[in-house]
């Protein structure tokens, strides 16, 4: 069974304190460090892939259960704790105006890393898609103010982002790594785990290709054949008048955003023309080619399910849900949840790993060895993360 992966998180307020930043980077450390010796590169981004683990990691190292700094605070210690460690792996971005420069840092780190120009290329390529992914073609009303992506030294990469939703309060995280699809803006995600589902337009999903190629035979169309079949649909929508044929392939619920009249306004039509010039071949090149985003996108939709009967899926990729409170109880919680930050427990946890690691490293690994053998009486449900 594979576990796809987004997570919803309640948006949370406040700082980690210092002393407990401290105890958290150095037990990040010593996590990651056993991690590396144990399964290699590979073997960390596939955990960082994974939502579940990298959940159950920031309950381990002290972190919230459910906040939404879950993501960012833990993805910044993660950045600092494999730079410092100098391994094969680093992270790129993080919050905000940190993740505009996500291309340069790759430059930075690629070239660190021993990374030929072309696989720095791709990896600007992934990310640029992975946001676009996030933001276009799956339009669940969550705006992204997070994107890293935790990449190796044989060019493996994992995307985490993090998009907010003010009105309901709450921050989602994605997960999207190379082993899952060839094409990045085709079902990318390696985890969707969520208690919040809604209905939302999703040109990710398979079920929606049919009306991607529409979409993007649209754009080569010419911007005023698709500004006429624009005007036609807000008429369907506003109820002015039916359009003819067939009948439609399912109802209209107007509860749904998607369903909204589209505004047809000059920078729209600037845009269907600008990607005209561009001539995209498939939706890769039309979202790495041309300034085309989340309103186009519908209105191209709509066209496509209101007059060509091509309607894309409207399934929020949320597949299962699950308790993080399963990994509450490591050290305690910043918030104090399920206890205070246990600082004696914590800084006994760090020795005993890093004394682990030491001994690992000059060729002991017996406790390594026994460690890893605790795992045999984990609920089955935790080894499959």
């Known amino acids: 069974m594979r576990i796809e992966g987004i997570a919803d998180l309640p948006l949370h307020t406040g700082h980690v304190p210092p002393w407990l930043t401290k105890i958290m980077k150095r037990l990040a450390k010593a996590i990651v460090k056993i991690i590396l010796i144990e399964y290699g590169e590979e073997g960390l981004l596939k955990r960082l892939a994974n939502p579940l683990w990298f959940q159950a990691f920031n309950n381990a190292i002290g972190m919230d259960w459910d906040s939404s700094g879950s993501t960012t605070v833990t993805t910044a210690i993660l950045k600092e704790v494999l730079s410092e460690l100098n391994e094969g792996v680093r992270i790129a971005g993080g919050k905000g105006v940190i993740a505009r420069r996500t291309p340069d840092e790759l430059e930075v780190y690629g070239e660190e890393l021993g990374l030929p120009s072309k696989v720095i290329h791709e990896l600007k390529v992934v990310s640029v898609l992975g946001a676009k992914v996030d933001t276009s073609l799956l339009q669940d009303h969550f705006t992204l103010y997070h994107h890293s992506i935790a990449f190796s030294e044989n060019g493996r990469w994992v995307i985490i982002q993090q998009g907010m939703n003010p009105e309901l309060k709450l921050a989602r995280r994605y997960h999207i790594a190379w082993y899952v699809s060839n094409d ?79 505004r047809l306004s000059s920078r729209l039509l600037k845009i269907l023309k600008n990607a005209y010039e561009v001539k995209p071949s ?104």
């Open 184 to 262: 990045p803006t085709i079902e990318p995600h390696t985890g969707i785990v969520s208690d919040y589902i809604g209905k939302y337009l999703n040109l990710t999903d398979k079920e929606s290709m049919r009306s991607r190629k529409i979409i993007v035979d649209l754009i080569n169309d010419g911007y005023a054949r698709v500004k006429n079949l624009i005007t036609e649909v807000n008429a369907y929508l506003k109820g002015l008048r039916p359009l003819f044929g067939e009948s439609l392939p399912r109802p209209i619920d107007r509860n749904i955003s998607y369903y909204r009249p589209v």
């Open 282 to 385: 498939n939706m890769k090149d039309l979202l790495l080619r041309t300034n085309v985003g989340p309103e186009t996108l519908r209105a191209l939709s709509l066209i496509s399910e209101l007059i060509y009967r091509e309607p894309p899926t409207l399934n929020d990729p949320v597949t299962t849900p699950f308790s993080p409170f399963k990994y509450a109880f490591t050290i305690g919680g910043k918030d104090g949840i399920p206890y205070p930050v246990k600082r004696e427990i914590a800084i006994s946890v760090i020795k005993e790993l890093e004394r682990m690691i030491k001994n690992a490293e000059v060729g002991g690994k017996e406790k390594l060895i026994a460690l890893r053998a605790l795992s045999k009486l984990a609920p089955k449900d935790l080894l499959s993360i």
